[in-house]
Structures are given as structure tokens and as C-alpha cells.
């Protein structure tokens, strides 16, 4: 078994990526999914309000190290 990290993110996915939504389960399961992947988070979350919603930012960055 190949437990060696990958030198990029796999799907020709970029290095850096800004995950973006409604706070919701659908949110969390996108940042989960790149935590899988192998993205790590970068910086702190953002959120804000557009009057019906809060809206979540987060970044997460590919590590190979």
C-alpha cells in the first residue's frame, strides 16, 4: 500500500481552493470531502449574512510535505 502523500491534488484539482455556500450539512460535507482528499485548511472560516442565509467561506490548501 502507497502511503507516500501526492505530489498534487488528484482530478486536476487546483493546489488552492476557496470553498464556498450556505452554512449547511452540504457545506460541511464539501470541506470534509476535501480534508479526505488531502487539503488542509488554510486560515480561519468566513461567514456572512444576505439577509436570508449565512454564507460560509473557508480555504484549504494541498499539501504534499
Wanted: some cysteine.
Amino acid at each position: 500500500m502507497n502511503t507516500e502523500p501526492k505530489s498534487s491534488p488528484p482530478n486536476n484539482l487546483p493546489r488552492y481552493r476557496l470553498i464556498t455556500g450556505p452554512d449547511d450539512a452540504s457545506f460541511c460535507h464539501r470541506i470534509s470531502e476535501a480534508l479526505a482528499l488531502g487539503y488542509q485548511l488554510y486560515g480561519s472560516p468566513a461567514a456572512t449574512f444576505n439577509g436570508q442565509n449565512v454564507i460560509v467561506a473557508q480555504a484549504v490548501l494541498w499539501s504534499s510535505l
